[in-house]
Every structure is written in C-alpha cells, then in structure tokens.
C-alpha cells in the first residue's frame, strides 16, 4: 500500500495548479470575506471543487467508508460509527491524506491554499491534519460544540484555521455546520465531547457565551464549497433527518512556525498518533508538508490581522 504522505506534490490530475501570478491573484479572498472572518470568526460560501471533482472524491470516499478501506493502518484515527446514539451513525476518519491520490491532493487545491494564507495573517501555510466526515440519510449522528483549538492544544502558538469541505449540499435538514458568530474572541475552553449531548458544552460556558448561542447562524453550502474557521470559533452540527446524506472533507492548516507542545511526557501520545515532532521543535517534514508558499507567486492580497 503506498503511503501518499511521502508525496508532498500533486498524485492525481483532480485539479490544474495555476502557473502565473494572475491566475493564483484571481483566487484571492475579498476584502468583505477577509473583514467578514476577523469579525464573525468565519467566512463560507468558497468555491473549491466543481461537480465532477466532488463525484470523483465522493467515489473514492465510499470505498474508504466501507466495510474494508483501503490502507486502514495508514490513517491517525478511523471510526466507522463515532456516534454516541445507538441508533444514529456519525462515519469520523482522519488521515485519508495518506491513501488516494485524491484525498492526498485535496490538501493542494489552489483555493484551500489561498484562503488559508489570507485568513492566516500571511505567509507561508503547512499541514496539521484532515478529517472526513460522513453522516447517513435518516440517521446521520451530530457533531456536538467545540472549539477545534481545544483539541489541538499540543501545538503552539494558535495559528491554526479549519477548512471544511462540503460533498453534498448540505442545510439544516440534512445536518450542516452552525457557528456562533464572534466566539472565536471567547478564551480557550476544556472540551466536553465531539460527539453527544449537543448541550454538554453549557457546562463551561458563561451566561453571556451562553446567550450568544441565540445568534448561531446555519452554513448552508452547495457540494464543492467550503467554509473556513477560526480554531476557537464554536461550531457544532445536529443529526442528519433528511433522505439525503452529508458528506464532507476537511483539511486543518497552520502558519508556518507552528511548533509541537506535547509536553515531555506527551501524554495525549500525539507522537505516535500525529507523527508530532518533539516538544517545542517545528512542525515540518514528512507528516505536516508545506501547502501554500506567497514567495513562489507575486501576490497582493488582504491578509487578516488575527
């Protein structure tokens, strides 16, 4: 089985890598959608694959989903039902990079590079880690709120952004993302389950964090769009009741610069599990490529000041 994270260039013909510098500034994020992420926390809507790129990447998803993937022992974490409902399934993988060549190259689609060097602040973007997410027609399991930092606590400083990919169209029926506009501005809080009582999180909420949640908006996506967030930005998803499932892909990112926090006894064993360095040396290498470099295109772009 060929493991494609010792690859860190394009493995498939999924997408053409723009050649100029005209073709990589007509990505560019606007000045509306940079503002729009500093102030909510959030930006989506972003056009990232076309209909024949998703029915190809969903083609490759069903065997991964299946009851034998394809390199099993490659991924970081493989859950075929992550749900805590009996009666609800909630598909949760990370590390299908590692697998085919296109989940490999989902990781360089020009557009996730673009908008991860713009809502970064600038620079240079490498690779944390990705995720596929699959939830059934009719019982679809939910995503409870979190902030994604509180997971990634073993690395530092915070300049982390997530890029959540949709494979479906997907709206309240058939359970998309919500964010609470603005909680990225909220501190750092202990996380209380990914999956679960949806409501587990009011236990570490203040009363006006709390009342916030009045203003949760919903993100409704067509297949091929995507949404990007901040790393403290609440967000969650309720269970799938429609007759259509919900698919997705996500592709986690940092600035370069980004080092391991493990700890000296690394007790989350994100050595082993993440491939993480040890603690306070670079994320680099093998395991955490270079996405995104401004030095080998001339752009000018607005970057965000978070």
Not at 147 to 159: C, E, H, I, L, V
Request: some cysteine; aromatic content about 10%.
């Amino acid at each position: 089985m060929t493991d494609y994270a010792q690859q860190h260039e394009i493995a498939s013909d999924l997408f053409t890598t723009p050649e100029t510098d005209a073709d990589w500034q007509s990505l560019a994020l606007s000045p509306e959608q940079v503002a729009s992420f500093e102030r909510d926390g959030f930006v989506f809507g972003i056009n990232v694959f076309d209909a024949d790129q998703v029915e190809r990447l969903r083609t490759d998803l069903a065997q991964l989903a299946g009851p034998n993937p394809p390199g099993r022992e490659l991924f970081y974490e493989y859950h075929a039902n992550e749900s805590k409902d009996p009666s609800s399934c909630l598909f949760h993988a990370l590390g299908a990079w590692r697998t085919t060549p296109l989940f490999h190259d989902v990781l360089w689609a020009p557009m996730v590079g673009m908008a991860s060097h713009q809502l970064l602040g600038g620079g240079v973007v490498r690779f944390l880690h990705d995720q596929l997410f699959c939830k059934p027609a009719g019982h679809g399991g939910n995503v409870a709120w979190h902030q994604d930092y509180s997971y990634w606590n073993w690395t530092a400083p915070m300049a982390h952004l997530t890029c959540w990919i949709a494979l479906d169209d997907v709206d309240e029926e058939n359970g998309c993302l919500w964010y609470v506009p603005g909680s990225h501005l909220w501190p750092e809080l202990p996380p209380t389950g990914l999956t679960g009582d949806m409501d587990a999180v009011r236990s570490v909420l203040t009363d006006s964090q709390f009342a916030d949640f009045e203003r949760r908006v919903p993100v409704i996506l067509k297949r091929g769009q995507a949404a990007f967030h901040h790393p403290r930005t609440m967000h969650g998803s309720f269970p799938n009741v429609s007759n259509r499932p919900r698919r997705a892909t996500l592709v986690n990112t940092v600035r370069d610069g980004v080092c391991s926090a493990v700890g000296p006894d690394d007790p989350g064993n994100m050595r082993e599990k993440f491939h993480a360095p040890a603690d306070g040396e670079l994320l680099a290498g093998t395991f955490f490529p270079k996405l995104f470099d401004p030095a080998t295109c001339n752009l000018s772009v607005p970057v965000t000041n978070l």
